[in-house]
């Protein structure tokens, strides 16, 4: 088991920025993967990034590559996702989701065992 506490969101406006916090503990997350879904008012929840556990070369969704940075500092048990030239369409629940080692990295949710609460996003445009 791992548990994961997301912090840092907030009401910024667009073209700000703001710093997502996740924080696990009970145990090491130094050989998981690790992500960043969101979930916006009235839709599916969705991947945003991935980041394995040695930290290369984070994957990105689409509509958020060039403006997020997703990073972990193993021996902190931290993850950080840097957002940059935020939109009102980024407006959503931001979870924090580790799973278990394994190839590759996954922007398939059900393939990730443990979640946080959330951290809520709000961009006014």
């Known amino acids: 088991q791992v548990q994961l506490v997301e912090s840092g969101g907030g009401l910024v406006q667009a073209g700000g920025s703001l710093r997502l916090s996740c924080a696990a503990s009970?145990?090491?997350?130094?050989?998981?993967?690790m992500a960043w879904f969101r979930q916006a008012p009235g839709k599916e929840r969705e991947f945003v990034a991935a980041?394995?556990?040695?930290?290369?070369?984070?994957l990105y969704a689409d509509s958020v590559k060039g403006r997020f940075t997703l990073s972990r500092v193993n021996i902190q048990n931290m993850v950080y996702l840097q957002m940059n030239s935020l939109k009102f369409a980024d407006t959503a629940i931001y979870y924090c989701?580790?799973?278990?080692?394994?190839?590759?990295?996954?922007?398939?949710?059900?393939?990730?065992?443990?979640w946080g609460q959330g951290t809520q996003v709000t961009v006014s445009s």
């Open positions: 989701a580790a799973r278990e080692p394994g190839p590759g990295l996954s922007r398939m949710e059900n393939e990730y065992a443990y």
């Open positions: 009970a145990r090491t997350i130094s050989p998981l993967p």
């Open positions: 980041i394995a556990e040695s930290g290369w070369r984070p």
